[in-house]
């Protein structure tokens, strides 16, 4: 029990002096105006847990893609479908230890069947996936598996071209 | 040269086939080979080994996703409830232990001693039979009904709509479907999806 009131302890204190981003909790509406935006934006949008090993593992190329991009017209959002009541005690914490620096949001629409559909009919519901868009340049692309840095750097220099 | 010509066409349009059966799966109304696995007692374990069965409930799960673990004790309470009406669940653990070690067959049959699991639980070793199903995720739920020797697939997707909170489920997709096929019925929503974890395949 003490131990357990001091590990809080030592936690708090070292989140405090990590910056850690706010993570809005958002509907279904979000994506689909993120999807409709009608700008020369290329978006990399990637759905994602905690809990999933391979989301996590492919985690890092996400930030260097956000990263490699910073003052050009690609913005990366990180979808996380971890269920709301880890949002506190697994999520947030999640992304404040790693320093998430691309946006992260998660999406709070337990009813899965209502909109996997609406993002991809491909979609079989696995995680991760990754929807990659530029509107202005009719370009859309859904993959329902891991990526490399490399493979999803190519796809991003070919939509910023 | 035509007969040559016809046949390299038959070949090559056989071959699309097979692989675009195999990537996808079954699909509802399809009639599914039966298997032979591995179960926690050591057993082999047949779809034809229900005999007394109207139909199966088969679902790919495993021991560490949380979606499946989420899932766990409403697959015991569905079996508890169906097994007797004639739809007993089989669950096969599909995923390599290499790349997932909680979901080796030692730890398959700690999980089921500790959860009571009062239905097989199978080992899919060689990852065959979810290719050969179409699963792609943790949990994913087929229903199938015996029809003479033959299994159809009657349904395919989710348990309910809502994974983490069993308080809030609003539609019970299985046992919808199960409903309506005791009933004799055809099912009304016989495909829905899901969130869950990849199947962990091997690596080559």
């Given at each position: 029990?003490?131990?357990s ?6 936690n708090s ?30 978006y ?22 956000n ?8 913005q990366?959002?990180?979808?996380s ?17 790693r ?17 996997i559909?609406?993002?991809d ?6 995680i991760p996936?990754?929807?990659?868009f ?28 | ?29 399809d ?14 374990v ?8 109207k139909g199966?409930?088969?679902?790919f ?28 669940v ?39 039979i ?16 015996k ?20 308080q809030?489920?609003?539609?019970k ?7 309506e ?24």
């Amino acid at each position: 029990m003490k131990i357990s009131l001091i590990l809080i302890l030592i936690n708090s204190t070292f989140y405090l002096h990590v910056k850690a981003q706010t993570i809005p909790i958002v509907k279904f509406d979000y994506y689909e105006q993120l999807r409709s935006k009608q700008n020369d934006t290329t978006y990399i949008v990637n759905f994602w847990a905690t809990w999933c090993k391979p989301c996590v593992n492919e985690l890092p190329y996400f930030e260097q893609i956000n990263k490699k991009y910073k003052n050009e017209k690609v913005q990366v959002i990180l979808i996380s479908l971890d269920f709301i009541k880890q949002y506190d005690f697994k999520l947030k914490p999640f992304v404040a230890k790693r320093e998430l620096q691309s946006q992260v949001v998660l999406l709070d629409e337990p009813n899965y069947n209502a909109w996997i559909d609406k993002v991809d009919k491909n979609w079989g519901g696995a995680i991760p996936a990754t929807v990659i868009f530029n509107n202005d340049k009719k370009q859309y692309h859904f993959f329902e598996r891991e990526f490399s840095f490399e493979e999803l750097d190519q796809i991003v220099i070919r939509l910023t071209q | 040269m035509r007969t040559i010509l016809l046949s390299v066409i038959i070949v090559f349009t056989a071959f699309s086939f097979t692989s675009i059966t195999n990537e996808s799966g079954y699909k509802v109304g399809d009639k599914a080979e039966d298997f032979k696995l591995k179960n926690i007692d050591g057993k082999m374990v047949s779809m034809a080994d229900y005999k007394n069965a109207k139909g199966l409930i088969i679902i790919f799960t495993c021991n560490h996703c949380p979606f499946s673990v989420a899932y766990e004790d409403r697959i015991i309470d569905i079996h508890k409830r169906y097994a007797d009406k004639g739809f007993p669940v089989i669950a096969i653990n599909p995923n390599d232990a290499k790349v997932q070690p909680d979901d080796s067959f030692d730890k398959m049959k700690e999980r089921a001693k500790k959860k009571k699991f009062p239905f097989a639980y199978l080992h899919d070793e060689t990852q065959e039979i979810a290719k050969r199903f179409g699963a792609t995720r943790t949990p994913h739920v087929y229903v199938v009904s015996k029809k003479e020797t033959d299994f159809i697939v009657e349904y395919i997707g989710a348990i309910d709509d809502n994974a983490n909170e069993p308080q809030n489920v609003k539609t019970k997709y299985l046992e919808n479907a199960l409903n309506e096929l005791i009933e004799g019925k055809a099912v009304s929503q016989n495909f829905t999806k899901a969130i869950g974890c990849t199947i962990k395949w091997k690596k080559d």
